[in-house]
DNA sequence: CTCGTTCGGACAGTGCCGCTATCCAATCAC
DNA sequence: GTGATTGGATAGCGGCACTGTCCGAACGAG
């Protein structure tokens, strides 16, 4: 199929389509002529996961073509493609530096690290990542919330467990990583929008207040 | 103090802090003169919060004033404030027609939150977003993990139920709502970040991969 | 073969967002 | 008094994600 055609199955406008192969997100069709491309069902399915990765996933354009580029390296081990996805997703460390909130922030998640035995690498940018949100929550004053940390990693260890398990046995390598990436990318999505729902049911319940609009 | 040591204390320029006065996000200073403020303690400590939600959690400047907005109405419930959170949080409602995906996600959804028993009324944003989310794994045919979304449900509901019981008994109703807006919003890029670090850990654990730069 | 449509490719322009810079008269600190 | 700072208004900037326009080549219905 031609760029008309798919534009109109994958609802992307024409003028998008071609901003995406500039920018590398989408491989170029298949040349038919010096001037003339086909494009495939690959093509329309990589589009559907370029508008998912942003719209849902909320990443910007070069961070999904950062992910998508480690989904088409062949190279990278399952282990390294799954990094990728985490550093894009996960803000690139802002040069921040190290005062007191951070160290404590770091000696907090190293003890709780420890004490679950997780093998992580402080290189993965998600080390980083949730340091400095348990520095916020300490130079907000807000100690209570950053001790739900180890109640945190006990849960993301059994999500991650079962969401490692029900990957790891899948035929096509490319299809697996495909699948990986976007439940790394979607499922922050769907996990953020899961808590809000277990949170209005949790706090009906526990607080008793009932869902109307307003007091008064 | 006036605006030259707030800007100090904050780290934030003073053209923001204007910019932030504008926009509504930060409540004026008191007068001292026709044109002259002051700012005090609650100041500084809302431009922190300011600077929280918007660099670590994500959110718009918008989306940060309207999360505020929700802090200081005090005729507001704690139930509801936690909502508003919630609603400038998730992508407001895109607006999206019905298709078969969309139908199948929503009943889906419907489906594990009846057989958790968990009240939740779809006016909540949170319901929409999820739906979003699950439509989109469904159109890209990544059915397996929609599947995982009875686990997420479980797991956010441990949660919820963690962080609603830590906030239920704090004194004054201001600090609560003040700590459950951060919670709320920080605590999704924490979670995914954790969710990060137990990915790695995991894909060791049972991929048995080894954390090395590169094969060949 | 003709002729209107569509194509790939290049590049300029647009709208929004989050600031940032400049200017002003009034006020403050010394 | 005098030089810095203030509150307030307004204009401008840089980045991002497109979008519009133009071109000459190719396609495809008649």
């Known amino acids: 199929m031609r760029v008309g055609e798919l534009s109109r199955r994958s609802g992307v406008s024409v003028a998008s389509i071609k901003y995406y192969l500039r920018e590398g997100l989408l491989p170029a069709g298949e040349r038919t002529s010096p001037n003339q491309a086909s494009y495939d069902d690959a093509h329309l399915r990589r589009l559907r996961m370029i508008r998912a990765l942003i719209d849902v996933g909320g990443l910007s354009v070069v961070a999904t073509r950062d992910v998508l580029a480690a989904v088409d390296d062949p190279g990278l081990p399952l282990f390294q493609a799954l990094g990728r996805a985490s550093g894009t997703t996960t803000a690139p460390a802002p040069e921040e530096e190290p005062d007191e909130a951070w160290e404590q922030a770091e000696q907090m998640l190293a003890d709780h690290v420890a004490e679950r035995g997780w093998q992580v690498t402080a290189e993965n940018p998600a ?31 059994e999500v991650a467990e079962h969401e490692v398990a029900a990957v790891v046995d899948r035929g096509d390598r490319a299809r697996t990583v495909e699948g990986v990436v976007v439940g790394t990318v979607l499922g922050d999505t769907l996990l953020a929008a899961v808590r809000r729902l277990a949170q209005q049911h949790c706090s009906l319940r526990l607080l008793g207040e009932t869902p109307t609009r307003r007091q008064g």
Request: aromatic share 10%; charged share 20%; hydrophobic share 50%.
């Open 127 to 157: 080390w980083h990542g949730a340091v400095g949100v348990l520095a916020t929550y300490l130079r907000l004053g807000d100690a209570d919330l950053a001790r739900q940390l180890g109640l945190y990693m006990r849960t993301m260890e």
